[in-house]
Each structure stands twice: as structure tokens, then as C-alpha cells.
């Protein structure tokens, strides 16, 4: 039996992160959580985690900044940041995608759709992190 994918849930409002985190447990994820940019930054240091959903409204640090100094770190390079925003316009997507996130969702979050992308997204990190191991087994 596998272990369960992680999950950093980063947003800065607790009834956001509470009901996200726990939608996301109740479908078999582990979850980590953050207040903030800066403690996601911490959180992904400390937890490497599979995924992270990334608020980017968010008071101390914004969600865009977290997500280009995560980028930075090179064992991030290939983490799936999904972006999570009330403020889903053109010029905020644009931002989002540029730092280096791999989606951007509005809120109120269409769940069923979410929960689909990280299904396939994570599906797909797993499928690559498996080719690369075989690659590097057979030299």
C-alpha cells in the first residue's frame, strides 16, 4: 500500500484552510497547512510535499512571491503549485502563472474540478518520478 500523497494548503483565512484541509483528508490526502506565505515557505522546507494549493491574497507574504522563492529552491522545480483566488482576474493570473504556478483556480473553488486536477497532476508526478528511478537504475 502506498503512502498518501501531501498536500501544503496555503491561506490565510483559518475557515478557508479548515474546510479545504478537510475535504482534502476526507478524499485520502495527507494535509499540511500554512497561515501565510512566509510559514508556507517553512511548511514546504520542513514537509516537501507533493502539492501546494497557494492563496494569493494573503497578508506577511502573497501567495505570488511565496510561489517565485519556492521556485528558487531546486528541490522545487517540479512541485505542482496550484494558485487559489477570489481575485482570479487576466493581470492576477498572468502574475501567478509567471512566478511559476501550474494552475490557477477562482474561488468560490469548483471542488470536483479540483480534486481532478490533482488527481492527474499527481498521477503524472508519480508516473515521471517512477520513469526517472527505472532510467537511473538501468545505467
Known amino acids: 500500500m502506498s503512502t498518501p500523497s501531501t498536500i501544503l494548503v496555503v491561506d490565510d483565512y483559518a475557515d478557508n484552510r479548515t474546510l479545504l484541509s478537510a475535504w482534502l483528508r476526507a ?17 514546504a522546507a520542513r514537509t516537501k510535499p507533493d502539492l501546494i494549493l497557494m492563496d494569493l491574497a494573503m497578508p506577511v507574504l502573497d501567495g505570488v512571491e511565496a510561489t517565485r522563492q519556492i521556485r528558487e529552491r531546486h528541490t522545487f522545480l517540479r512541485t505542482p503549485i496550484f494558485a487559489i483566488s477570489a481575485y482570479a482576474t487576466h493581470d492576477v493570473k498572468a502574475d501567478a502563472l509567471a512566478a511559476g ?38 545505467m
Open 27 to 43: 478524499k485520502g490526502y495527507q494535509v499540511i497547512e500554512a497561515k501565510d506565505g512566509r510559514e508556507g515557505l517553512l511548511q
Open 101 to 138: 504556478c501550474n494552475e490557477v483556480f477562482a474561488k468560490p473553488l469548483d471542488l470536483e474540478s479540483l480534486l481532478g486536477k490533482i488527481q492527474t497532476t499527481l498521477a503524472h508526478a508519480g508516473t515521471t518520478q517512477v520513469t526517472r528511478k527505472a532510467a537511473a537504475s538501468s
